[in-house]
């Protein structure tokens, strides 16, 4: 099922002080560290993620694989395309990075899924109303931009 097919859930966004190609490796980084810290392979296989492990090119690039996700495209300081599957769900994670000025850019988070099934309709009340995906998104969208305006090099004008 091809990510544009998958249903929208919900976007998140936020603005940060630094230029697109500023902000693309800590959104790598970032992105890649949430799900790759302990205990998501254990959860990944737990619910039997299509991807449970991490695996392909570093830097992230269409491909690589981190727990629960295969990078489906990775166009530096545009955007980066998450997908994944497990018994549940059918989902995907869309980072987009839109300049608005020098020195400034926001940065979009959109998930699609479908869960399927009674067990999946079971899933998708759970991560809904629990609110962890709404606080891990933000969590990571905060994180990409905090990392992003300390970064030296935006104030420093280096490479």
């Known amino acids: 099922m091809?990510?544009?097919?998958?249903?929208?859930?919900?976007?998140h966004s936020t603005l940060i002080a630094a230029d697109t190609d500023r902000i693309w490796p800590h959104l790598t980084?970032?992105?890649e560290r949430s799900f790759a810290a302990p205990g998501m392979t254990g959860y990944a296989r737990l619910v039997s993620a299509a991807d449970p492990v991490s695996s392909g090119p570093r830097p992230l690039a269409a491909g690589s694989t981190f727990?629960?996700?295969r990078v489906t495209s990775a166009v530096p300081g545009e955007e980066l395309a998450l997908r994944g599957s497990h018994r549940f769900s059918t989902y995907a994670l869309i980072f987009r990075l839109t300049p608005i000025e020098p020195g400034r850019s926001r940065l979009r988070a959109e998930t699609r899924a479908v869960?399927?099934?009674l067990t999946g309709g079971l899933y998708r009340q759970i991560l809904l109303t629990s609110g962890g995906h709404v606080i891990g998104v933000r969590r990571i969208l905060a994180t990409i931009r905090r990392r992003s305006e300390q970064d030296p090099r935006v104030h420093a004008g280096g490479p």
Do not use: N, Y
Request: charged letters at 20%; proline letters at 11%.
């Open 29 to 31: 980084d970032v992105v």
């Open 115 to 117: 869960f399927a099934g």
């Open 2 to 11: 091809a990510i544009d097919s998958l249903p929208h859930l919900d976007e």
């Open 67 to 69: 727990p629960g996700f």
